[in-house]
């Protein structure tokens, strides 16, 4: 049932977890990650999730996932 997506492998779990919530998560032509949200957010990260940026984009998605307010980037 659960489909690989290319991401990485620590990212996967993340994944589901927002296509179970209701969100949507697609890779890009140009080797990026959409995750679109429940809440109507839209979040874009890099294929391999690797380095501090990532890290602050994998805490808004799981802030957004429990309910919360992440801070924005510019």
């Known amino acids: ?3 690989s997506l290319g991401i990485n492998k620590d990212l996967e779990p ?3 977890r927002v296509r179970r919530a209701g969100g949507r998560v697609e890779i890009t032509r140009s080797n990026h990650v959409l ?3 429940p809440s109507g957010r ?3 990260t890099g ?3 690797s380095g501090q940026t990532a890290r ?3 805490r ?3 802030s957004e996932l429990e309910g919360g307010r ?3 980037q510019r």
């Open 1 to 3: 049932m659960s489909r």
């Open 42 to 44: 839209i979040l874009r």
């Open 56 to 58: 602050v984009r994998q």
């Open 60 to 62: 808004a998605i799981e």
């Open 35 to 37: 995750w679109s949200m």
């Open 70 to 72: 992440a801070v924005r």
């Open 14 to 16: 993340l994944a589901r």
């Open 47 to 49: 294929l391999t999730m």
